[in-house]
């Protein structure tokens, strides 16, 4: 199983940027997805997740500037960033909690990472 994110780059202050990954290989199904960031020089942060049915769940500091969605055909979760501000700088992770094709065993993946710096 693989996670390819993309997406990240050089935005300004008030501006938005959208993340995506994709999961591929022998999946059978997938739950949760989400995304999580790392800021330099600290821990790893929780962004967002969404479920199989479409429920989702943030940070209480991306509510109403970020939103999460997925598309189940593509096995691929997005993450819209609205109104970034400098603190949103970070590498963010996509995060994806399935079952594998032929083991049946859950497993949890993480993506490589997008660097997203925001910066006038």
């Known amino acids: 199983v693989q996670l390819q994110a993309s997406g990240g780059g050089l935005v300004q202050p008030g501006g938005s940027l959208t993340l995506s990954c994709a999961a591929s290989?022998?999946?059978?199904?997938?739950?949760?997805m989400g995304w999580y960031r790392q800021a330099l020089g600290k821990q790893r942060e929780f962004v967002a997740t969404i479920s199989s049915g479409g429920s989702t769940n943030y940070a209480d500091s991306m509510k109403g500037r970020f939103f999460i969605s997925r598309d189940n055909a593509k096995n691929t979760v997005y993450l819209l960033m609205t109104n970034l501000k400098p603190e949103d700088t970070a590498v963010y992770y996509c995060?994806?909690?399935?079952?594998?094709?032929?083991?049946?065993?859950?497993?949890?993946?993480w993506g490589r990472g997008t660097q997203v710096t925001v910066s006038s």
């Open positions: 995060n994806v909690d399935l079952r594998e094709q032929y083991t049946g065993q859950h497993n949890t993946y």
């Open positions: 290989g022998n999946i059978f199904s997938i739950n949760n």
